[in-house]
Structures are given as structure tokens and as C-alpha cells.
């Protein structure tokens, strides 16, 4: 099967780039290829504004519990632009036909409603979280192999 439209997942580290020697093996020329970097919303440390908040009484409580979204320092999501420029530049000038997008939300949820415009396959890599550190922050590349239809192809973060 020759995948013409590719949605491959970037986060602007070094890691992620190992989507884009994947890509390279198994786009054609001409495909239409969507880099997409997902800048997660700003969430404050809602488990320590919890336990400073509880020793207040409920009105100041509530008063003082922050947003849960904020939105994106606009110098990462320039720096993020810039950086999906540059990749879209090298890729085109490889023969492809290439998209970027910088979005803002749920990494898992906006990677999955772009992937239902008709992507053939998504490329991304798993960082390798484990322990605690994957309990706390999540696994994007497991949300998504849970909540899409489309075929996901995963690179370790440790492939060579």
C-alpha cells in the first residue's frame, strides 16, 4: 500500500525527529505529508494549588483556584512555527508536498481529530516514559493507539 497522505507527530526534540527517518523510508514522492506539533496547554500544578488552597476557607478557595487551561507562551509557539518551517523546507525540497500546523489543546485529542481528515497512517515516536513519570504525564502515543481508527506507526525512542 503506497500511503499518499501522512500525518507525522513532531514535538521540536531531537527524539521526535526519528518520525521523519521513518517517513523517508516509506513516503512516496508526492505524497502529501502533515507535520503537526501540538503545544499542550499551560497546566499549573493542580495537586500543589490543591493542598495550598485547602487550608483557606471555600469562598477564598475558590477565588483562588487558577484556570486549568491557559494559553501557550506565544515565544514557544513562534520557536515551534520556526522549527516546523525549517523541516517543511527540507522535506519539500526532497520532492514532498507538505503541510505544518501548531495547535494548542490535548496532544492525544488534536492528533486524533486531525488524523480523521483522511490520513492514511500517522508516524510518531514513544519517548519511553516509564514509572511514575508515565502516570503522571500520560502516554500520548498510547491515548492515541486507543482513540484512533487510523494505522499509527510507533518509534521507539531508542531505535536507531
Known amino acids: 500500500m503506497a500511503y499518499r497522505k ?16 521513518h517517513l523517508l523510508e516509506i513516503a512516496p514522492r508526492g505524497a502529501v505529508i502533515t507535520l ?14 490543591l493542598a495550598s488552597v485547602v487550608r483557606e476557607n471555600n469562598q477564598q478557595a475558590n477565588a483562588n483556584w487558577p484556570p486549568i487551561q491557559q494559553i501557550a507562551d506565544p515565544h514557544q509557539v513562534d520557536a515551534r512555527k520556526a522549527y516546523l518551517k525549517r523541516v ?11 503541510n505544518a500546523e501548531v495547535v494548542e489543546g490535548n496532544p492525544i485529542e488534536r492528533i486524533v481529530d486531525v488524523a480523521k481528515q483522511g490520513y492514511d497512517i500517522i508516524i510518531m515516536v514513544t519517548h519511553g516514559r ?31
Open 6 to 21: 501522512i500525518l507525522v507527530t513532531l514535538d521540536g526534540s531531537k527524539v521526535a525527529e526519528k518520525a521523519l527517518d
Open 88 to 98: 517543511t523546507d527540507w522535506l519539500e525540497a526532497a520532492g514532498y508536498d507538505v
Open 130 to 160: 516509564t514509572g511514575m513519570t508515565k502516570v503522571a504525564v500520560g502516554s500520548v502515543t498510547d491515548g492515541v493507539l486507543q482513540k484512533t481508527t487510523c494505522p499509527v506507526v510507533v518509534i521507539p525512542a531508542r531505535a536507531n
Open 36 to 49: 503537526l506539533s501540538v503545544m499542550a496547554e499551560n497546566r499549573p500544578s493542580e495537586v500543589a494549588t
